[in-house]
Every structure is written in C-alpha cells, then in structure tokens.
C-alpha cells in the first residue's frame, strides 16, 4: 500500500517546527524507520509531516560534564560509531541489536524513544541509566525522567503537539559495571526478553543496582535489584531470584515466536547472566 497524501513540512528552526505540531494533525519524521512503515500500511494518517532531521540544533552529540547528550537529529549509527558514546558503555552494547546496520544509519536515537517499541533496546538502556528526555512545545520546555517516558506500547508522555529535542545519558561512573543482552529470532529482529544492567559497588560491595528488561511487557520494566544482588553475586546462585523476578515482570501475551513461559524463563537466565557480569566488571 501507499501512504495517504500528507504535507511535508521541512522547518528551519525548532520553534518552526513546534509551531508546524501545535497547528494539529502533524507527526515527527525523523529516521522515518518505524514512520514510514505506519504510513505505508495506513495505520497513520498525519496531514502533515515536519521533517526534524536538517536542524543543526538537533544534530549534536555532546558531553556535559557527567552527561552525554544526544540531540533529536542524531542517527543511531552515529551515536555507535561516535568515540564520545565510550563514556555510556551500555549504549555501544546496545546499538547493534538495534535492527540491521541499514536501518541504524536513518533512525535516531531520540525516534527509537518516541516510538516505544516494547521490544526496543534504547528505551530499555535510557530507562536503566537514568537519563533524561528533553521536550519542548508550544507550552514550553520540560523534562521527563526515561523511566517514565513510556506510558504503554507505542504510547508515550511526549504529546502530538511536543517534540522530543534530545537525551541526556549519564556517563559511567567509578565503580560502575554494566550488562546487556537478548534474543531474537534472527539478529537484528526485535528481542522475545532482553535486559540491560547497571550495577555499582564501592570498596567492594553492592551499592545500587538497576534492571530494565524489554521485549516483556508493554514498555522496559525497571526494577531496584540492589537487594538481590547483595545476597548473592554469582550466575548460579542469582538465578533463583532472577527467575522469581521476571515471573513477576513478564506479563506479555506469548506468541508464534515464544509463549509467557518460555519469554519468562528466557528473561531470568539473561538477567542472573548480565548481573554477574556487570558485579564482575564493576568490582574490575
Ligand atoms: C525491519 C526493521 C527492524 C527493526 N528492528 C528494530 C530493533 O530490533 N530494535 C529497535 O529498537 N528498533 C528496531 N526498528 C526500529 C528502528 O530502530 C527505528 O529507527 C526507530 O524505532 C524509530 O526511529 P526513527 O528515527 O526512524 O523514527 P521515525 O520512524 O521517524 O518516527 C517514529 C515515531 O516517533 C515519532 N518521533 C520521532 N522523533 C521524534 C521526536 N524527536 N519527537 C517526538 N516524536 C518523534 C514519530 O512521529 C513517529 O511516531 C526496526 C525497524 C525496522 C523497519
């Protein structure tokens, strides 16, 4: 199928482009990787497209101080290949489960949140570090934590008449350790459970440790997992808990790929594996 007919609206300025949304019935182009396959099947029918991606504003990646910030117009597959993104290990372990390397050359960082794929890997990361979401609109600007960007599948805080302007991601920390990991299908198909970890430990012992996992629920489910951590550090003996914790955590429908048993079981075993690793790398 076609799109059905829309404008296209090319602002030189973001204020252009927040006055293009609040005119009503207009959607975000960014990479287009998830839009123009709404478009196409007619899920969507916006009238207007405002195409983000030749605003300058947008298109850096910066660290600030303890932060890297990643503007709106940055595609993912620079943020990978970008030496800055060093400093925000769970993103470079991340990025090349995001889709094919094609795909990552288009969509941005910024469009992988405001889509909310349950089963996206960067909401996951954003949500575990604790970064921030820039958003401006023709109320104003504001700051939403990750955690709470996304309010359901596909569904997020950010209105139809806002813009998301950008990311800020914590940068690692001293004793800081992370873990990633999923399975799919094939690679670069979306994940049946993944989790992405941080833990960090000082003089030796657990101080706080996070978990998202994706692909489970209808957006990241993070949980505090400092507790379970201090009881027990190694694969083998975390997984009792781990299972317990995504039996509580895993509340998607199963599918032709995987039922709720087999994603829960999958989600246990990936997430005592990666929080091993990453009490490992962060005592290193
Ligand atoms: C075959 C295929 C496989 C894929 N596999 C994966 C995968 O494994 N993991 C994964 O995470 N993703 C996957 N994707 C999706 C891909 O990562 C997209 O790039 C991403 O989800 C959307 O980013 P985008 O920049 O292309 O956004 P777009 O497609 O341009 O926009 C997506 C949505 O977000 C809105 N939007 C975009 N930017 C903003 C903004 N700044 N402010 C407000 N709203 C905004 C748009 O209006 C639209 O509703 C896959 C896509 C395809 C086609």
Do not use: N, W
């Not at 359901?152 to 209105?159: F, L, N, P, Q």
């Not at 139809?160 to 990991?181: K, N, S």
């Amino acid at each position: 199928m076609k799109p059905a007919p829309f404008a296209y609206h090319r602002p030189d300025s973001v204020g252009e482009a927040v006055e293009a949304l609040a005119a009503g019935d207009a959607k975000v182009l960014a990479g287009g990787q998830s839009l123009v396959p709404v478009l196409a099947m007619r899920l969507g029918r916006p009238g207007t497209l405002v195409d983000i991606t030749a605003l300058a504003e947008l298109g850096r990646v910066e660290r600030r101080g303890d932060e890297l910030r990643v503007g709106a117009a940055v595609r993912q597959r620079r943020v990978e290949r970008d030496p800055a993104t060093a400093s925000v290990p769970l993103i470079g372990r991340a990025m090349p489960f995001v889709g094919h390397r094609e795909l990552r050359s288009r969509g941005t960082v910024c469009g992988s949140l405001a889509h909310a794929d349950p089963a996206a890997e960067l909401p996951a990361v954003a949500a575990c570090l604790g970064a921030v979401v820039e958003i401006t609109g023709s109320r104003g600007d504001r700051e939403v934590p990750a955690a709470e960007l996304v309010t359901g599948a596909m569904t997020t805080a950010c209105s139809p008449d806002e813009l998301i302007t950008g990311v800020r991601f914590p940068t690692r920390g001293p004793g800081e350790g992370f873990g990633f990991a999923e399975l799919a299908r094939r690679h670069g198909d979306f994940a049946l459970a993944g989790v992405a970890v941080r833990v960090r430990t000082s003089s030796g012992l657990v101080r706080d440790a996070t978990l998202a996992a994706f692909g489970v629920s209808d957006r990241p489910v993070v949980r505090d997992v400092t507790d379970l951590l201090r009881d027990a550090v190694t694969e083998a003996d975390l997984r009792p808990a781990t299972a317990a914790l995504a039996a509580e955590v895993v509340d998607t429908a199963g599918d032709a790929h995987g039922s709720t048993a087999y994603r829960a079981r999958l989600l246990g075993v990936l997430a005592a594996r990666e929080l091993a690793r990453a009490h490992q790398e962060a005592l290193r």
